[in-house]
């Protein structure tokens, strides 16, 4: 995807010590009975100056939690609320993770480490604050193909087997555990504010806002937006145009991300937590991923409706400090900036350049036909239009299809991937098949290679093109 830029020099900045106390909770991790180190992400580790730690070093930090210099001194376990498929829950929180540590990356933008299985927590309830080695495992495959892909997301920066059995309703008992530490820019979540607005706290909202502004600088405010000076409202077009950006990566991906609740909503507009993922066999908008999902809530055609309600909820909140038609008037930015950024997206996974809005919705139409007609997903079907092996003009689908991309300029390069027998996909039983060697010898191999193998691709596709002024 890029070429190795020089290292960042580790740059601690605790930031978020000022709204500690009543952001979230400080708490101890669990005591592992071992720690045996199974995944590090040096690529990401080198873009905030830790990737010259040594096994011990890292483990001491990312397993045993010892603190980072001039970091966090204590872990904070965050405070937040949430929608939980449409169902307001006043009961959440990290339950079974915690903030460890922030610093700068190579950018200078404001970098969060955080765990997941890293024991239990004031917001635990009746849960055991564990993470299965499996669902690490998951994570580190559905964040490697994101970031491939060109969707903005977290980093799976670590994972270590911790020696405890887990008995788990929806896998295989006793189960490995581990602990994940995942590199997101913030975790702050839309649930951050609904927690302040249900509580009234309308000098810790004023704060919670200055701190987003002043550390995820985004695009300036549309020119014919109203109020100008009000900071609600500019934090709100930021999110807006995020989030606008985030559900068109999930679509041109065809990744479903299951469970897109609003504790699970980040306000940089960066993909995260990941438990009942899939990525689509064919396409399908009805496809789920969360076996739970019986309405279809959070299927793959209805996540931009999902992130925009979301967004919506984060304008009630942010009422707290704002009369409602300048949210009203961000909240409305939405369906238009989702067009732009699929129109956006769908030509730089195609390799073509971008003509119009207008030409590059029916375009996407014409390909989605042409999917549907063939029973074929996006990897299969950008493959190998990028291969030269499209566009499947045999049929009435493929013939609009070729009759679409005759005015578009190629920008395909000549990257051997191309040239691949096969494209590189996620599909469930691939991930399963990469567990079992895990699972039944320890024979991590098979997910080694596969993350090679995502990165090349990455490669291949090279950035993706960023919305105005993304940071």
């Known amino acids: 995807m890029q070429s190795n830029p020089q290292d960042a020099i580790y740059t601690a900045d605790p930031h978020i010590l000022s709204l500690a106390d009543w952001l979230g909770d400080p708490v101890a991790p669990a005591d592992f009975p071992a720690t045996t180190l199974r995944f590090r992400n040096d690529r990401a580790a080198r873009a905030v100056g830790l990737a010259d730690l040594d096994d011990a070093a890292w483990i001491a930090h990312f397993g045993r939690f010892a603190p980072l210099p ?6 904070l376990a965050l405070r937040y609320h949430g929608h939980q498929f449409r169902v307001y829950n006043p009961e959440l929180g990290d339950g079974r993770g915690f903030l460890f540590a922030q610093m700068r990356d190579r950018r200078g933008r404001l970098m969060d480490l955080g765990t997941k299985g890293s024991g239990q927590t004031p917001w635990s309830r009746q849960g055991d604050g564990r993470l299965t080695l499996k669902g690490a495992m998951r994570e580190v495959l559905a964040t490697e193909m994101l970031e491939a892909l060109g969707v903005n997301t977290s980093r799976t920066f670590s994972v270590i087997e911790t020696g ?79 989030m606008a950006d985030m559900a068109a990566s999930y679509m041109v991906a065809g990744f479903v991300h299951g469970v897109l609740n609003t504790d699970n909503m980040n306000v940089t507009g960066e993909s995260f937590d990941y438990g009942p993922w899939r990525w689509l066999p064919t396409w399908n908008p009805a496809f789920t991923a969360a076996y739970f999902d019986h309405s279809g809530l959070y299927a793959f055609g209805r996540q931009p409706e999902a992130i925009h309600w979301n967004c919506g909820q984060l304008a009630v909140a942010l009422r707290l400090l704002s009369e409602a038609p300048p949210l009203i008037a961000a909240l409305n930015r939405f369906p238009d900036l989702y067009q732009q950024a699929m129109a956006r997206r769908w030509c730089w996974r195609l390799g073509l350049e971008p003509r119009g809005l207008e030409e590059d919705s029916a375009l996407i139409g014409a390909c989605e036909a042409a999917m549907v007609a063939r029973g074929i997903g996006p990897d299969a079907f950008f493959f190998a239009h990028r291969g030269g092996r499209g566009p499947f003009a045999t049929d009435d689908a493929g013939a609009a299809l070729k009759e679409a991309l005759g ?65």
């Open 70 to 75: 001039g970091n966090l001194p204590q872990p």
């Open 164 to 242: 405890e059995s887990l008995w788990r309703g929806d896998e295989p008992s006793p189960t490995r555990a581990a602990v994940l530490v995942r590199l997101s820019h913030s975790h702050i979540r839309i649930g951050t504010f609904q927690r302040l607005g249900a509580l009234d706290a309308s000098a810790e909202m004023e704060q919670l806002v200055d701190y987003c502004l002043a550390s995820f600088p985004g695009p300036a405010l549309p020119p014919d937006a109203p109020e100008p000076d009000n900071k609600a409202a500019r934090l709100l077009h930021q999110v807006v145009e995020r």
């Open 407 to 471: 005015p578009y300029r190629s920008t395909v390069n000549d990257h051997p991937y191309w040239t691949d027998e096969a494209p590189q996909s996620m599909l469930i039983d691939e991930v399963e098949a990469i567990w079992e060697p895990i699972a039944e010898k320890d024979d991590w191999t098979a997910l080694h290679a596969k993350v090679a193998a995502v990165r090349r691709m990455g490669e291949a596709l090279g950035a993706a093109p960023a919305p105005r002024g993304h940071a």
